[in-house]
C-alpha cells in the first residue's frame, strides 16, 4: 500500500522568509501528485497538480518539484505572507489503480507576521 | 460557478443510529470521491464513481458504509448503525472525467459527523 510522508509535521516562520515543505511516497508508480491548501473547518483547495511525466509547476509564489524516481516532492513557498498559514497536504494517484488518491498528514504552517 | 456542497455541514448523532450523508457535484463532472479525514490525518479514500456507477469501493471500511449515486450526480453516503469511531470530517471531491492525469479533485467543504 502506498504510504505519504510529510515533514515536518509542524512549521513556524516569520514573515517573508522563504520555505520548503517536504512529501514522500513509496511507490514511484503514481499517476500524478497534488499539493493542497486547507484551511481549518474547511475543504481542501488545489495549489499544483504535478503529472508523472513533469519535473515541477509553478504558480505565484509557489513552486513544486517532482522527482518519482526516489519518491519526493517539494513544496516551496516564496516570501511567505500570514496569509499562508493553513495546512498543506500532498495526495499522489496511483498509476496501477488510477482511482486511489493517497494524501500524506499534513504540514501545519504559521507565518507569524 | 457553484463549487461542490456538501449537506449538511455538521451532524451529531448517537451510537447505533443511521445516517446519511450529502454531496452535490459540480454539474457536469462524471468522477466522484469520497473520503475521510479523521483529526490530525489525512483524508483517506473511501469510494469512487463514474457515473452512477462505483467503480472502486475498496476503501468503505466495512458494510455500515455505503454510497449511491443513482442518477449520476449527486450523491448519498450511507452510515448503518454508527460507532464513535465513525466520528471524523466526511469530504466530496468531484473532477470532470476520471483517468486523466492533468485533472485535479475538486472538495467540497465537508460534513463533520460526531457520533457520542
Known amino acids: 500500500k502506498q504510504e505519504v510522508t510529510q515533514i515536518p509535521a509542524a512549521l513556524s516562520v516569520p514573515e517573508g522568509e522563504n520555505l520548503v515543505l517536504n512529501c514522500s511516497f513509496t511507490?514511484?508508480?503514481?499517476?500524478?501528485l497534488q499539493w493542497f491548501r486547507q484551511d481549518p473547518g474547511k475543504g481542501l483547495t488545489s495549489l499544483l497538480l504535478?503529472?508523472?511525466?513533469?519535473r515541477e509547476q509553478t504558480s505565484g509564489r509557489l513552486n513544486a518539484s517532482l522527482d518519482k524516481s526516489s519518491g519526493r516532492s517539494t513544496l516551496y513557498i516564496a516570501a511567505s505572507q500570514p496569509g499562508d498559514s493553513a495546512t498543506y497536504l500532498c495526495?499522489?494517484?496511483?498509476?496501477?489503480?488510477?482511482?486511489?488518491?493517497?494524501f500524506g498528514t499534513g504540514t501545519s504552517l504559521t507565518v507569524i507576521p | 460557478g457553484a463549487g461542490v456542497s456538501q449537506t449538511p455541514s455538521n451532524k451529531v448523532t448517537e451510537k447505533g443510529k443511521y445516517v446519511e450523508l450529502r454531496c452535490d457535484p459540480i454539474?457536469?463532472?462524471?468522477?466522484l470521491y469520497w473520503y475521510r479525514q479523521s483529526l490530525g490525518q489525512g483524508p483517506e479514500f473511501l469510494i469512487y464513481f463514474q457515473g452512477t456507477g462505483a467503480a472502486d469501493d475498496s476503501g468503505l471500511p466495512n458494510d455500515r458504509f455505503f454510497a449511491v449515486r443513482p442518477e449520476g450526480s449527486v450523491s448519498t453516503l450511507k452510515i448503518q448503525r454508527t460507532e464513535r469511531g465513525d466520528s471524523a470530517v466526511y469530504l466530496c471531491a468531484s473532477s470532470p472525467h476520471s483517468g486523466r492525469a492533468w485533472e485535479t479533485q475538486y472538495f467540497g467543504p465537508g460534513t463533520r459527523l460526531l457520533v457520542l
Open positions: 504535478i503529472q508523472s511525466s513533469q
Open positions: 511507490d514511484s508508480a503514481i499517476y500524478n
Open positions: 454539474s457536469g463532472h462524471t468522477a
Open positions: 495526495a499522489v494517484r496511483e498509476a496501477n489503480t488510477g482511482n486511489q488518491f493517497y
